[in-house]
């Protein structure tokens, strides 16, 4: 009864780290000790961002904005993505560009700090529909400024690309690190050390850190080694998925559930006509919508995942594939 009441007790206790991220293959300098709350799967979401107040973010930055700076993301005022023109950038920085005056703020200016998330404002526009402010202050100074979120379902045009919250971060290596992983199907990586590699699909490699690099697409990502001490990249993509690769464990299972046929094609997320329904769900995902009819013949469902993509059923079984 003791032990079970200590485990509870440190499960619910706050968790306490000097927070560090991997900048490429190098540790950056220890930050103060934080809170950290390991509460979300994901980066910054529409479903998630409003409670992230308290949460640490890292800028990390893209190479749009490494090349250009940062447009219409940080600011001096508290405010709104759709009165943005009425606001000062931070630390703004103006240029002549194809005519015309282009107004930033300097990649340098933020790229590669901490910030500490203290408020978080919404509202619902006509047209932008729900937008975010974030008031943010600088850990290792005193400097705050705020940043301007909307349309997150798409990270590239809400500029959440550049953006990792700490935790997050934490969680991706409390999950991955040790963890082996084996290639989908037959792909080139990039190696650590800057070259490309060839890889076959069932080439199994232990993860060994995760990583960050500074101004770049795809910057967050798993380092990987094999047997052979060859040491590669895979990036974490949006939903958390890692490209290219997938959990050994997880592999072992779909085979063992499905078969290797099957297991193959859901880890490369193709379906085929006879998929069962959990097959299918694997391999898709959760449909948006599900539309189902019965009758004498059985029971029809059409599932709807998007972009005209159909998946349709008849008594459990795919039947008809649309996309």
């Known amino acids: 009864?003791?032990?079970?009441f200590l485990f509870?007790?440190?499960?619910?206790?706050?968790?306490?780290?000097?927070?560090?991220?991997?900048i490429g293959n190098r540790i950056q300098d220890s930050k103060p000790e934080m809170e950290l709350k390991y509460d979300s799967l994901s980066n910054i979401s529409e479903k998630n961002i409003l409670s992230l107040k308290g949460q640490?973010?890292?800028?990390?930055?893209?190479?749009?904005?490494?090349?250009?700076?940062?447009?219409?993301l940080f600011y001096n005022q508290k405010g709104f993505h759709s009165d943005a023109y009425k606001k000062t950038l931070y630390k703004q920085s103006t240029r002549s560009s194809k005519g015309y005056e282009e107004k930033f703020t300097p990649y340098e200016a933020v790229a590669g700090k901490y910030?500490?998330?203290?408020?978080?404002?919404?509202?619902?526009?006509?047209?932008?529909?729900?937008?975010?402010?974030?008031l943010l202050n600088d850990i290792n100074a005193s400097d705050s400024l705020y940043c301007y979120l909307h349309n997150l379902d798409s990270s590239i045009a809400s500029g959440i690309d550049n953006l990792l919250i700490l935790g997050y971060y934490e969680k991706l290596k409390q999950l991955n690190v040790g963890k082996s992983f084996r290639v989908s199907k037959d792909n080139e990586?990039?190696?650590?050390?800057?070259?490309?590699?060839?890889?076959?699909?069932?080439?199994?490699?232990?993860?060994?850190?995760?990583?960050?690099?500074?101004?770049?697409y795809n910057n967050l990502y798993l380092i990987l080694g094999d047997k052979s001490n060859i040491e590669i990249k895979a990036s974490v993509l949006n939903n958390g998925k890692v490209w290219?690769?997938?959990?050994?464990?997880?592999?072992?299972?779909?085979?063992?559930k499905f078969g290797i046929e099957n297991a193959n094609l859901i880890i490369a997320e193709k379906v085929r006509i006879g998929m069962s329904k959990q097959a299918a769900k694997e391999s898709w995902g959760e449909p948006n919508d599900i539309n189902t009819t019965t009758g004498s013949y059985g029971t029809h469902e059409q599932w709807v995942y998007g972009d005209g993509n159909y998946l349709y059923f008849e008594n459990?079984?795919?039947?008809?594939?649309?996309?």
């Open 1 to 4: 009864m003791i032990k079970k």
């Open 115 to 134: 910030y500490i998330i203290s408020d978080i404002y919404s509202q619902k526009h006509d047209i932008m529909g729900m937008e975010y402010c974030l």
């Open 189 to 216: 990586f990039e190696q650590t050390n800057n070259g490309k590699i060839k890889l076959k699909s069932g080439s199994v490699f232990k993860c060994k850190d995760v990583a960050v690099n500074l101004g770049e």
């Open 316 to 323: 459990g079984k795919l039947t008809d594939i649309q996309n």
């Open 8 to 22: 509870i007790l440190l499960v619910m206790m706050p968790i306490f780290i000097h927070a560090q991220i991997t």
């Open 56 to 72: 640490t973010l890292f800028v990390m930055g893209n190479a749009f904005s490494k090349e250009n700076g940062f447009h219409f």
């Open 244 to 256: 290219g690769m997938i959990d050994n464990d997880r592999y072992h299972y779909l085979t063992k």
